[in-house]
Protein backbone atom coordinates (compact mmCIF):
# COMPACT_ATOMS: atom_id res chain seq x y z
CA UNK A 1 0.00 0.00 0.00
CA UNK A 2 1.25 3.11 -0.80
CA UNK A 3 0.99 6.68 1.56
CA UNK A 4 -1.65 8.75 0.95
CA UNK A 5 -2.07 10.67 3.86
CA UNK A 6 0.84 12.34 6.04
CA UNK A 7 0.54 13.44 9.67
CA UNK A 8 4.00 14.96 10.87
CA UNK A 9 4.60 16.72 13.83
CA UNK A 10 1.21 18.71 14.08
CA UNK A 11 0.72 20.99 16.84
CA UNK A 12 -2.75 22.81 17.27
CA UNK A 13 -2.95 25.68 20.57
CA UNK A 14 -5.80 27.56 21.47
CA UNK A 15 -5.97 30.39 23.57
CA UNK A 16 -3.39 33.28 23.82
CA UNK A 17 -0.47 34.17 25.34
CA UNK A 18 -2.21 34.66 29.03
CA UNK A 19 -4.70 31.18 28.67
CA UNK A 20 -2.69 28.93 26.28
CA UNK A 21 -3.71 24.78 25.90
CA UNK A 22 -2.06 22.84 23.54
CA UNK A 23 -4.50 20.54 21.83
CA UNK A 24 -2.38 18.55 19.93
CA UNK A 25 1.90 18.12 20.97
CA UNK A 26 3.76 16.94 17.71
CA UNK A 27 1.39 14.04 16.53
CA UNK A 28 2.95 12.11 13.35
CA UNK A 29 1.75 9.10 11.73
CA UNK A 30 1.20 7.91 8.46
CA UNK A 31 -2.23 6.62 6.69
CA UNK A 32 -2.11 3.73 4.18
CA UNK A 33 -4.56 4.17 0.56
CA UNK A 34 -7.02 1.54 1.63
CA UNK A 35 -6.23 2.39 5.75
CA UNK A 36 -9.15 1.78 7.98
CA UNK A 37 -8.39 4.17 11.31
CA UNK A 38 -10.04 4.62 14.44
CA UNK A 39 -8.92 7.45 16.62
CA UNK A 40 -9.41 7.10 20.57
CA UNK A 41 -9.46 8.36 23.70
CA UNK A 42 -10.13 10.39 26.70
CA UNK A 43 -12.48 13.42 25.84
CA UNK A 44 -9.88 16.19 25.58
CA UNK A 45 -6.99 14.15 24.41
CA UNK A 46 -7.34 15.74 21.33
CA UNK A 47 -8.99 13.11 18.74
CA UNK A 48 -11.53 15.74 17.35
CA UNK A 49 -9.26 18.54 16.96
CA UNK A 50 -6.82 16.30 14.91
CA UNK A 51 -9.73 15.29 12.81
CA UNK A 52 -10.62 18.74 12.53
CA UNK A 53 -7.31 19.24 11.05
CA UNK A 54 -7.50 17.57 8.61
CA UNK A 55 -10.22 18.53 7.36
CA UNK A 56 -9.28 21.79 7.03
CA UNK A 57 -11.86 23.11 10.18
CA UNK A 58 -9.31 24.27 12.25
CA UNK A 59 -5.92 25.22 10.84
CA UNK A 60 -2.55 23.55 12.49
CA UNK A 61 -0.39 26.04 14.29
CA UNK A 62 2.81 24.30 13.36
CA UNK A 63 3.77 20.94 11.42
CA UNK A 64 2.62 19.21 8.07
CA UNK A 65 -0.24 17.49 6.47
CA UNK A 66 0.34 16.33 3.59
CA UNK A 67 -2.41 14.49 1.26
CA UNK A 68 -1.42 12.87 -1.98
CA UNK A 69 1.26 14.81 -2.28
CA UNK A 70 -0.18 17.87 -1.31
CA UNK A 71 0.53 20.02 1.22
CA UNK A 72 -3.11 21.36 2.44
CA UNK A 73 -1.94 22.97 5.72
CA UNK A 74 -0.57 25.89 3.80
CA UNK A 75 -3.24 26.11 1.17
CA UNK A 76 -5.21 29.33 0.72
CA UNK A 77 -9.13 29.61 1.58
CA UNK A 78 -10.60 29.12 -1.93
CA UNK A 79 -7.76 26.46 -2.36
CA UNK A 80 -8.99 24.53 0.80
CA UNK A 81 -12.54 24.56 -0.57
CA UNK A 82 -12.16 22.82 -3.15
CA UNK A 83 -9.99 20.88 -1.47
CA UNK A 84 -12.48 19.15 1.06
CA UNK A 85 -15.12 19.20 -2.25
CA UNK A 86 -12.95 16.83 -4.21
CA UNK A 87 -10.59 14.85 -1.40
CA UNK A 88 -12.61 14.54 1.51
CA UNK A 89 -16.35 13.09 2.52
CA UNK A 90 -17.41 13.20 5.40
CA UNK A 91 -19.95 11.39 7.85
CA UNK A 92 -21.39 12.93 10.97
CA UNK A 93 -22.89 11.73 14.08
CA UNK A 94 -26.56 13.50 13.35
CA UNK A 95 -26.21 12.63 9.50
CA UNK A 96 -26.69 16.02 8.51
CA UNK A 97 -29.15 15.11 5.43
CA UNK A 98 -31.09 17.68 4.01
CA UNK A 99 -34.49 17.20 4.81
CA UNK A 100 -36.16 18.87 1.61
CA UNK A 101 -34.27 17.21 -0.66
CA UNK A 102 -35.07 12.76 -1.47
CA UNK A 103 -32.28 10.28 -0.72
CA UNK A 104 -31.31 10.59 -3.98
CA UNK A 105 -30.77 14.17 -4.33
CA UNK A 106 -28.90 13.84 -0.57
CA UNK A 107 -26.55 11.25 -2.49
CA UNK A 108 -25.50 12.75 -5.75
CA UNK A 109 -25.44 16.53 -4.08
CA UNK A 110 -21.78 16.73 -3.92
CA UNK A 111 -21.76 15.51 -7.64
CA UNK A 112 -24.13 18.32 -8.44
CA UNK A 113 -21.30 20.94 -6.65
CA UNK A 114 -18.69 19.21 -8.84
CA UNK A 115 -20.89 19.80 -12.28
CA UNK A 116 -21.54 16.08 -13.14
CA UNK A 117 -24.34 15.75 -15.61
CA UNK A 118 -27.42 13.93 -14.31
CA UNK A 119 -26.93 10.88 -15.98
CA UNK A 120 -23.86 10.01 -14.18
CA UNK A 121 -24.84 11.48 -10.96
CA UNK A 122 -27.62 9.09 -11.15
CA UNK A 123 -25.83 6.30 -12.94
CA UNK A 124 -23.33 6.52 -9.60
CA UNK A 125 -25.97 6.86 -6.67
CA UNK A 126 -27.68 3.50 -8.32
CA UNK A 127 -24.81 1.28 -7.93
CA UNK A 128 -23.69 2.66 -4.03
CA UNK A 129 -27.28 2.62 -2.92
CA UNK A 130 -27.80 -0.99 -4.42
CA UNK A 131 -24.24 -1.75 -2.40
CA UNK A 132 -25.65 -0.17 0.56
CA UNK A 133 -28.91 -1.58 0.64
CA UNK A 134 -30.89 1.53 0.46
CA UNK A 135 -31.98 1.31 -3.14
CA UNK A 136 -35.52 0.56 -2.52
CA UNK A 137 -35.76 4.40 -0.29
CA UNK A 138 -33.98 7.09 -3.06
CA UNK A 139 -37.03 8.46 -3.45
CA UNK A 140 -37.86 9.01 0.13
CA UNK A 141 -37.58 11.85 2.73
CA UNK A 142 -34.89 11.48 5.71
CA UNK A 143 -37.63 12.13 7.74
CA UNK A 144 -39.32 8.88 6.75
CA UNK A 145 -35.85 6.54 7.11
CA UNK A 146 -34.85 4.80 10.38
CA UNK A 147 -31.37 6.06 11.93
CA UNK A 148 -29.40 3.67 10.47
CA UNK A 149 -31.02 4.17 7.06
CA UNK A 150 -30.18 7.78 7.18
CA UNK A 151 -26.63 6.87 8.64
CA UNK A 152 -26.40 4.71 5.07
CA UNK A 153 -27.47 7.23 3.06
CA UNK A 154 -24.54 9.45 4.84
CA UNK A 155 -22.73 6.78 3.99
CA UNK A 156 -22.99 7.03 0.22
CA UNK A 157 -23.25 10.86 -0.04
CA UNK A 158 -19.66 10.36 1.26
CA UNK A 159 -18.27 8.01 -1.42
CA UNK A 160 -20.28 9.53 -4.24
CA UNK A 161 -17.16 11.34 -5.23
CA UNK A 162 -14.44 8.90 -4.46
CA UNK A 163 -13.09 10.75 -1.96
CA UNK A 164 -9.11 10.31 -1.13
CA UNK A 165 -9.92 9.88 2.59
CA UNK A 166 -14.03 9.67 4.70
CA UNK A 167 -13.56 11.24 7.90
CA UNK A 168 -16.18 9.80 10.18
CA UNK A 169 -16.94 11.84 13.78
CA UNK A 170 -18.38 9.18 16.07
CA UNK A 171 -20.76 7.92 13.17
CA UNK A 172 -22.23 5.73 15.61
CA UNK A 173 -23.20 8.51 18.38
CA UNK A 174 -26.62 8.83 17.72
CA UNK A 175 -27.47 4.99 16.72
CA UNK A 176 -28.57 1.97 19.16
CA UNK A 177 -26.36 -1.09 19.10
CA UNK A 178 -28.14 -2.47 16.31
CA UNK A 179 -28.04 0.08 14.36
CA UNK A 180 -24.51 0.63 15.33
CA UNK A 181 -23.48 -2.51 14.29
CA UNK A 182 -24.93 -2.30 11.01
CA UNK A 183 -23.22 1.10 10.09
CA UNK A 184 -19.83 -0.50 11.15
CA UNK A 185 -20.51 -3.55 8.73
CA UNK A 186 -21.20 -0.90 6.09
CA UNK A 187 -18.38 1.32 6.48
CA UNK A 188 -16.14 -2.62 6.76
CA UNK A 189 -17.83 -3.31 3.39
CA UNK A 190 -16.89 0.50 1.95
CA UNK A 191 -13.39 -0.51 3.01
CA UNK A 192 -12.63 -3.70 2.07
CA UNK A 193 -14.58 -4.13 -1.07
CA UNK A 194 -15.36 -0.10 -2.56
CA UNK A 195 -11.50 0.88 -1.86
CA UNK A 196 -12.33 3.24 1.05
CA UNK A 197 -9.65 4.76 3.16
CA UNK A 198 -11.03 5.46 6.39
CA UNK A 199 -10.49 7.91 9.37
CA UNK A 200 -13.04 7.69 12.10
CA UNK A 201 -13.27 8.95 15.79
CA UNK A 202 -15.21 7.02 18.44
CA UNK A 203 -14.76 6.42 22.06
CA UNK A 204 -16.51 2.97 21.82
CA UNK A 205 -14.67 0.14 22.26
CA UNK A 206 -16.57 -1.98 19.84
CA UNK A 207 -16.80 0.64 17.32
CA UNK A 208 -12.88 0.83 17.37
CA UNK A 209 -12.32 -2.76 16.90
CA UNK A 210 -13.59 -2.83 13.12
CA UNK A 211 -10.85 -0.58 12.62
CA UNK A 212 -7.48 -2.38 11.20
CA UNK A 213 -5.83 0.26 13.07
CA UNK A 214 -6.43 1.93 16.08
CA UNK A 215 -4.39 5.29 17.54
CA UNK A 216 -4.79 6.42 21.28
CA UNK A 217 -4.00 9.90 21.85
CA UNK A 218 -3.45 11.19 25.65
CA UNK A 219 -3.39 14.75 26.53
CA UNK A 220 -2.79 15.86 22.60
CA UNK A 221 0.10 13.20 22.17
CA UNK A 222 0.11 9.97 20.57
CA UNK A 223 0.12 7.71 23.54
CA UNK A 224 -0.32 4.05 21.78
CA UNK A 225 -1.10 1.94 18.70
CA UNK A 226 -3.20 -1.41 18.12
CA UNK A 227 -2.74 -3.31 14.86
CA UNK A 228 -5.91 -5.99 14.11
CA UNK A 229 -4.25 -7.96 11.45
CA UNK A 230 -5.63 -11.85 11.48
CA UNK A 231 -7.61 -10.83 15.42
CA UNK A 232 -10.97 -11.41 15.54
CA UNK A 233 -13.43 -8.63 16.44
CA UNK A 234 -14.04 -9.97 19.94
CA UNK A 235 -10.11 -10.47 20.31
CA UNK A 236 -10.18 -6.83 18.94
CA UNK A 237 -12.65 -5.46 21.31
CA UNK A 238 -10.96 -7.09 24.18
CA UNK A 239 -7.08 -5.41 23.86
CA UNK A 240 -8.97 -2.27 23.06
CA UNK A 241 -10.93 -2.17 26.62
CA UNK A 242 -7.59 -3.01 28.05
CA UNK A 243 -5.34 -0.23 26.70
CA UNK A 244 -8.34 2.35 27.24
CA UNK A 245 -7.99 1.18 30.91
CA UNK A 246 -4.21 1.55 30.86
CA UNK A 247 -5.31 5.19 29.29
CA UNK A 248 -7.86 6.00 31.96
CA UNK A 249 -10.48 7.25 29.33
CA UNK A 250 -13.45 6.01 28.20
CA UNK A 251 -14.32 2.86 26.32
CA UNK A 252 -18.26 1.93 26.19
CA UNK A 253 -18.16 -1.96 26.15
Not at 66 to 88: F, M, N, P, T
Request: net charge neutral.
Amino acid sequence: MSTLLQINQVTKYYGNEKVLTKALDGISFKVMKGDFIAIMGASGSGKSTLLNCIATIDNVSGGKIVLAGEEISSKKEHELAKYRRDQLGFIFQDYNLLDTLTVKENIVLPLNLQGVSEEKSANLCRQIATELGIIEHLNKFPSELSGGQRQRVACARALITTPSVILADEPTGALDSTNSKKLMDTLSLMNEKMGATILMVTHDALVGAYAKRVLFLKDGKLWHELYKGDKTLQTMHKEILATMALLGGEGRV
